[in-house]
């Protein structure tokens, strides 16, 4: 039975940090307020890179990080729900920017549970297409679709991208998978795209392309599925919470984790947490952990981990690694 291991890691982010302090001269909020109920301390946000730049930088640092050739990659997704056009997908920029001649590239839309969607899509198509190489990028530029003049939500979002190269081995690698969604609470979190608009349509649908959450829905929904997740990667992979090393979950807000952890009767020290200075980066939020956990040699060949996500759709899923580099 072939195995799909985490071979690399890499992870970009814009230059600009903008703390919490800088926001409250925007808009009315204050550093007190977004450090007690989200965590968030900063925030990267682009001057200019686009989803592409960035999702092309972590990758190149990924593929630096698995010692492997550009030419090697058989397969590129990228999970964004910031693309920097609607066509061509994000995957083909950035396939074209690295010139990875050989892959086939794609994006998924799953917002802040895109990587788990992505890895669990690359795996499989690595098993059943004989890819010996793919590359899992999370990446967004959230600050081109929020709405700066909206308090509740503009000082809770960052930009950024995290990438892993996966690679066919003997090795034990990325475990069962879980992914599921509620379609039927689409709008708890949109941004939306153009207008519905032509010379043929009578009822015209205006859209409104900045981010909208419903976040004390969105909480409640990231609290439940958060525990349920990771309680469903214990069941299918045979284990007790005991023998998993560390919990990555998607970086929304520390109160989100916290109730994880009690709930799961967990030490705080076991969920890696970075929010305070990230902020919330959706797609790429998981991979950036990883990333940072990499470069800080947190994480030990045979260590077992689950990373955890939620988002819009309404999406989650949780993916258990067995650390393998
Ligand atoms: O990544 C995708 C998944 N996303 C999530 O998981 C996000 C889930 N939701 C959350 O994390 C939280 O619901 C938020 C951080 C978005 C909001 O926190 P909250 O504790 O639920 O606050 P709230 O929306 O209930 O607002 C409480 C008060 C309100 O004022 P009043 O009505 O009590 O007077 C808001 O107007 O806080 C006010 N408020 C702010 N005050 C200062 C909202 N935003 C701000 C702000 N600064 N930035």
Redesign the pocket.
Known sequence: MKEVIIGGVGKYTPSRKVTNEQLSNM????DE??RS??GIQSRYVSSGEDTSNMAARASLDAIKDANISIQDIDLIVVATCTPDMFTPSTACLVQGIIGAENAVAFDIGA??SGFIYGLNVAKSLMITNNYKNAIVVGAENLSKSIDWKD??TC??FGDGAGAVVLSISDTKGIGHSFCKSDGTKWDA?TIEGNDLDSPFVKDKIIRNSKLK?K??E??KF?TSTIVKSINKILEDNNLNIEDIDYIIP?Q??T??IDYAAKKLKLPIDKFYINIHEYG?T?AASIPIAISEMHEKKLLKKGNKIILVG???GLTYGATLINWAI
Do not use: E, K, Q, Y
């Open positions: 808009v009315d909020t204050n307020w977004i109920r989200t917002a802040c308090r509740s000082v809770l979190i959450m976040g004390n969105v909480f990231a998607h929304a807000n109160r989100i919330n959706s939620f988002g819009a």
